[in-house]
């Protein structure tokens, strides 16, 4: 091939000479099959690249026209698609609207819905804790909320409509409150056995066994069917919609299914009312009488509104509103027929050697005066308050008044007792009148229980004053950060006892537990102004170590070590382990005498029996626990006299 191109070379440029002749001499040139064909290509070159620049020069403002038409044919399609692009966008965003507006609407009516409920099961338990019921039934938990997805609610429309905030008892978080009015506990004497749960107790549990049901059987209900809302070129076009659609009809179907729940609901209550009334008819209250004496203490509003014409913020279905408000009325009777069993006395206090101060149920309200006249009150002290603003009773009645510096004279006491607010029920009752002069010393203190099972056992002190006497309300243990105030106290055996709630740190095995007991007397109750350099002087705070064991342990509580016991003395003590505490027996000089099965709080106790002669005893008390493991606790008992 090379060859071919070499020959064609030399046969189209064959060599060539040039002569110049000039003054007698001659020159020549000679040029080459390869000089040529090199020129020849240089000059096409030139000549091709002449030719484009001249075409390029006469025909540039053409060239340039017909770029401009092919842009701008471009640009305008561009813009039909960009304007085509934006009416499907904007029709599509007016769907998405509608539906988001509607599903909204759907969701806050069914929030508000499951929040009724919810507030009307958390106001019954409350009703039933103020009533003293002590039964596990705890309100069941809400259905999912549906706040994320209704950010706002859709305003009611409508002309002469009522609009009724949503009660505070469905706040968010299901952190209802019911405000209650009884005053603080007086310290009563013990009584025997707990309570059973008689009324509100069944009434709750089936409340609470028909919220779940319902509620499962709305969650699974099937989808109903699609609303024709929207064009189905819409569904078509737009998948999304036919499911928000969808959601937004199951939704609806769920908040028609909420309404019967609100009817039985009420159902369950107005149970649970009747179940109230006949306690109260037991204790000899008229429960139709006291209703209307409630009645009559309230305001009287303006003329009956319909319930058509009423409405609950965030919900438009008049059927719930109607069912709610019927609810509303049946719970508000419950709510004030509990708050008189507060103040109803429902067992007798423990017979034994407990201190009765008071009677049971009495409230004893002394008043210091300095003359046979109740308006010579002898000051802030002289009232029968707590007026110690560092104690934690500070305003409540503590049942002891005082004078602060008085003068010389005499003084007289004049003991009030008054009326319960709720029921009318006279408070008065038999009390013992102690009195002291300069109460300097706060009370003694010493730990009883310094060995107790893991878990929440009872713990107890030993709290005594000489004096003015210890004050219940002032009582407290602390340990790991939490403070528990006293279950009850005892003033002739000195014992504090402390249930330990739910709320605080369980005891771990084997572990040393550091607690601190605090304790103040009436004095320190009375102590209008403190002078000298301890602020609380009649408060006395010690520490004291726990020792935490695995299995069942055993703590003597009465009688105290040194000291003289009579025949039918009672015998106390405390048990407690990882089981429920079967039983604890009783055995002197290793002969068994008795057994108790009940023990109340975690305390067991017995009679010492009057065959025991003069001396010391050794008295064992052995507790055992369901699953068999026992723990015995021996204390020398000195019997003195019958």
Request: glycine fraction near 8%; include cysteine; aromatic fraction near 8%.
């Amino acid at each position: 091939m090379l060859e071919r191109v070499w020959v064609w070379i030399h046969q189209t440029f064959p060599e060539r000479q040039i002569y110049i002749r000039s003054d007698g001499r001659v020159q020549f040139f000679t040029f080459g099959p390869s000089l040529q064909a090199t020129l020849a290509g240089l000059t096409l070159i030139f000549l091709c690249w002449v030719a484009f620049a001249t075409v390029n020069v006469i025909f540039k403002d053409r060239i340039i026209a017909a770029k401009d038409h092919r842009y701008q044919q471009m640009q305008q399609a561009y813009e039909n698609r960009v304007a085509d692009l934006q009416i499907s966008y904007d029709e599509l965003n007016g769907a998405l609207v509608n539906a988001e507006d509607r599903f909204k609407a759907t969701a806050d009516s069914l929030q508000a819905k499951q929040n009724a409920i919810s507030g009307f099961l958390n106001r019954a338990n409350q009703v039933q804790a103020s009533a003293g019921i002590r039964g596990n039934v705890s309100a069941p938990e809400s259905l999912p909320s549906l706040a994320p997805l209704a950010a706002r609610a859709q305003a009611p429309v409508g002309g002469p409509d009522l609009d009724v905030e949503a009660p505070a008892d469905f706040a968010p978080e299901d952190s209802s409150q019911l405000t209650m009015m009884p005053g603080p506990a007086q310290p009563q004497p013990r009584t025997a056995k707990p309570v059973k749960s008689s009324f509100l107790d069944n009434a709750m549990k089936k409340m609470a066994a028909l919220y779940e049901s319902i509620s499962e059987h709305v969650h699974t209900a099937a989808i109903a069917a699609v609303p024709r809302t929207g064009s189905e070129a819409s569904y078509a076009q737009h998948p999304a919609l036919r499911v928000l659609a969808e959601q937004t009809a199951r939704i609806a179907t769920i908040g028609h299914d909420e309404t019967a729940l609100m009817a039985k609901t009420e159902g369950a209550l107005d149970q649970g009312m009747g179940n109230l009334r006949n306690v109260m008819r037991r204790t000899g209250i008229n429960p139709d009488q006291f209703q209307r004496k409630l009645a009559s203490n309230e305001g009287v509003g303006g003329p009956d509104i319909p319930l058509d014409q009423v409405k609950i913020a965030g919900i438009s279905d008049p059927q719930f509103t109607h069912a709610y408000l019927s609810a509303a009325a049946v719970l508000n009777q419950l709510n004030g027929l509990s708050a008189a069993v507060d103040h109803i006395p429902l067992t007798a206090p423990v017979p034994g050697s407990f201190d009765k101060s008071s009677s049971f149920g009495a409230r004893i309200d002394p008043f210091y005066l300095g003359a046979r006249d109740e308006s010579t009150v002898q000051g802030f002290a002289g009232t029968p308050v707590d007026v110690n603003a560092l104690t934690y009773d500070y305003l409540a009645p503590v049942g002891a008044a005082g004078a602060s510096f008085p003068r010389q004279g005499n003084f007289y006491i004049a003991v009030d007792s008054g009326l319960d607010p709720f029921t009318d029920r006279s408070l008065a009752g038999r009390y013992v009148l102690r009195s002291w002069v300069n109460d300097l010393s706060p009370p003694s203190v010493a730990l009883l229980t310094t060995r107790v099972s893991a878990g929440r056992p009872t713990i107890v002190f030993r709290t005594r004053d000489t004096q003015s006497g210890v004050d219940p309300a002032s009582l407290t243990l602390g340990y790991k950060g939490s403070l528990v105030a006293s279950a009850f106290y005892d003033r002739t055996t000195g014992l504090a006892v402390f249930s330990l709630p739910r709320s605080t740190t369980a005891l771990a095995a084997g572990a040393t537990v550091r607690v601190t007991m605090l304790s103040s007397d009436y004095q320190e109750a009375k102590n209008v102004d403190t002078i000298g350099p301890g602020i609380m002087p009649n408060t006395r705070v010690a520490s004291a170590r726990l020792h935490v064991v695995a299995g069942v342990a055993v703590d003597w509580l009465s009688p105290a070590v040194s000291g003289c016991a009579q025949r039918s003395q009672q015998l106390i003590v405390s048990a407690s382990g990882p089981r429920a505490i079967a039983s604890v027996r009783f055995a002197a000089d290793g002969r068994r005498f008795a057994v108790d099965r009940s023990g109340p709080d975690g305390l067991w106790s017995a009679t010492l029996p009057r065959r025991l002669a003069h001396g010391v005893h050794m008295v064992t008390a052995t507790a055992v626990d369901a699953r068999g493991r026992r723990a015995a606790a021996t204390r020398g008992v000195h019997v003195c006299s019958r």
